[in-house]
């Protein structure tokens, strides 16, 4: 378990490494909300040996545990808006999850599913939306991630994230579900995403079909993995 110390004064707190930014304490001794966390890593070490002209070198290289990674926080939160936390940055673990999850794309299953919230709102920062809101674990009215990109006009679009498992597959129930939160925000356009899949036939309902892809997009397992490479290494980390 990460020891969690204040981010401004380093004060140690008696407090859940677990908790979501919104759900944080005022820290006692300065009133900030921002958090540190020490982590004992016990890691694992891989060698590799390589012979060339008859000298013997070794690489030794040092792997954190999936589960120490996942302690860490992965974006950097900033002040509270009514719908819940704005997300000012992604931290660096942001992106070794990332390319842990290039290497070994199970690894996805592990991660719970409030962490995968924080890594999807990360990836909206880092691909260039001016607003991310992370939304409370309850009380969301469907919305766990609202990004808004500002240009000649407002965009605000609208991100609802089902950490599943494989074979739990996304129902047009659950569509048609984020269709009407989409309504009733007035986003221009709402994700599902999941780490699992869709049922096959959800793209052939008939109200559904209509607005797949131009309202509602569908992202998968495979093609979250692709999206997070793919802002990761454009953002040039």
């Not at 921002?34 to 030794?60: C, H, Q």
């Not at 992965?74 to 999850?97: M, Q, S």
């Not at 679009?157 to 950490?163: F, G, R």
């Not at 309902?205 to 892809?213: A, K, N, S």
Request: include cysteine; hydrophobic fraction near 45%; aromatic fraction near 4%.
């Amino acid at each position: 378990m990460a020891r969690v110390l204040c981010g401004n004064c380093e004060t140690v707190l008696d407090e859940d490494s677990g908790l979501k930014p919104e759900e944080r304490q005022p820290c006692p001794a300065c009133g900030s909300t921002a958090r540190k966390f020490e982590v004992a890593i016990t890691t694992m070490i891989r060698t590799e040996v390589t012979a060339s002209v008859g000298v013997i070198s070794a690489n030794v290289r040092a792997i954190t545990p999936v589960s120490d990674l996942l302690l860490q926080a992965v974006v950097v939160a900033g002040d509270k808006r009514t719908e819940g936390r704005l997300i000012e940055a992604v931290a660096t673990p942001w992106f070794d999850i990332i390319e842990l999850l290039k290497r070994e794309p199970s690894i996805a299953f592990q991660i719970p599913a409030c962490r995968w919230e924080e890594i999807i709102a990360g990836s909206y920062r880092k691909a260039g939306f001016n607003e991310v809101i992370l939304t409370p674990r309850s009380g969301d009215s469907g919305r766990d991630v609202i990004a808004t990109m500002h240009a000649i006009g407002s965009v605000r679009i609208i991100d609802q994230v089902k950490a599943y498992t494989p074979g739990h597959l996304v129902t047009a129930e659950d569509a048609r579900a984020l269709y009407g939160v989409l309504m009733l925000d007035g986003a221009a356009k709402g994700f599902l995403t999941t780490t699992s899949d869709f049922a096959p036939l959800l793209t052939k309902d008939l109200l559904l079909g209509p607005i797949i892809p131009s309202r509602i997009e569908l992202i998968n397992g495979t093609a979250l993995l692709r999206r997070l490479e793919d802002i990761a290494r454009k953002s040039g980390s």
